[in-house]
C-alpha cells in the first residue's frame, strides 16, 4: 500500500511547547491544515513530534444563514472525532460594515482576526495558524498588482504576524503573540489529494464562486489566463511576495535611520523653532525639500510616505507622485502640479499639503477621521 502523502508544512513557525490554536472554517484548506498538524504532532507516527498543544477555533461570521450553522457543526463534530478542543465565536460582519463603512471581505477579516488576537491575549493561545495557501498568495499579490499597491503590499500574505506587548492576564506580564500560515508554500491542488487520501471530506462555500467578489474573479477568471502563459506564475508571484518583503524590511530601517533628519514636527515660527500643535485632531509636519533633493529617489519616496503615516495617513502611489511634483521632483508625471510657494494639494483622508519656499509641510484636520482610513 502506498505511503500517504503530507504537506510540505513550515513547522519552523511552531515551537514545541507552545499551544497552537488552528483557525478552521470547514474548507479544504483549513481542515487539511488541522490534520497535517495533528499528524505532525503525532509522537506514534513520526520519529519527532512537533511537541506542540493544539486547538481549533471557529469564526461564525452572522452570513449565509442555515450554510453557516452547516459549517460550524462540521467543524464541531470533526474536531470532536480528532480529539481537538474547539472554540467557537459569532461576530456580525453585518453591524461591522454599517459601522465602519467597510465591505463585506474587509469587514468579516477584521472581525476575524480581532478574535485571533483575542485567544492570544486571553492566554488561551500562543500562536493561532491559518491556512493559507500558494494559491492564496499569488491571488493576493495580483489583487494587489492590480490596485497599485506599495512594496509592503506586494509582499502579499506574510508567513508571520507578531503583536508585541500584550497583556497577561494572570501573570501581568508581557507576552507576543503570532499569527502564523505553515501553508504558504503548498498549491490547492495538493490540499485536495491530502484530504480525499484520507477520505476526510469538507465543507465549500457557495460564496467563492460568486464573481461579483474581486477575489473570486482574480481566482476563476484571470489566474487561469495567467497560467496559460506561465504554468509556474502561482509559484513566481509567491518569489516576487518573499522578494518585496526582504526589500521592505531593507528599507524601512533605512528610513527609521534619515527620516528624523528630513521630516519635522509642527510649523516653524518667527525667530526660529517649531510649533507642536497639542489640539485633538489637528497635526502637522514638514519635509524639507533640500534635504529631500539629497536622498536617493527611492529613499525619496519612502520619506515623504512616511511623513504621511507619522499623522496617521497611508497614501497612494499616485498621491506620492503628487507631492514629488510638488516639492519640484518628477514633475513630469503630474504636470499639473505645480512647486511654487504656496501650492496647495488635498489628498486622500483629509491630509493637506503645502508648499513653502523650503518645505513641503503636510497637515490633517480630523486625525480621527483619517485614523479610521482604509490602507492603500
Known sequence: MAKASTLALDCSLMRPGERVCVAVSGGADSVALLLA??????????????????????????????EADADEAFVRELCERLSVPVVVERVDVA??????????????????YGVF??????GKADV???????????????????????????????PEMERSGISDQRSAGKLNGRIVRPMLGVRRAEVESFLRERGQTWREDATNEDVSLTRNRVRHELMPRLREFNPGVDAALARLAEIARDEEAFWRAEVERVAPQVVLPGKPVRGGGRAVGTVTGNSSCAVEVERLRALAPALRRRVLRTAARSLGCRISADETAKLLALAGFAAHVHP?????????LELGGGLRAERTAREIQLRVENASFVARAGGR
Do not use: F
Open 37 to 66: 498538524l495533528q499528524e505532525a504532532n503525532d509522537s506514534n507516527r513520526l520519529k519527532e513530534s512537533l511537541g506542540i498543544v493544539l486547538s481549533a477555533v471557529h469564526v461564525h461570521h452572522g452570513l449565509r444563514g442555515a
Open 95 to 112: 453591524a461591522r460594515q454599517s459601522e465602519e463603512r467597510e465591505g463585506l471581505e474587509e469587514a468579516a477579516r477584521e472581525l476575524r
Open 117 to 122: 488576537w483575542r485567544l492570544i491575549e486571553d
Open 128 to 158: 493561532v495558524a491559518t491556512a493559507h495557501t500558494l494559491d492564496d498568495q499569488a491571488e493576493t499579490v495580483v489583487m494587489k498588482l492590480l490596485r497599485g499597491a506599495w512594496t509592503e503590499g506586494i509582499g502579499g500574505i506574510a
Open 336 to 344: 499639473a502640479v505645480g512647486s511654487k510657494p504656496g501650492t496647495r
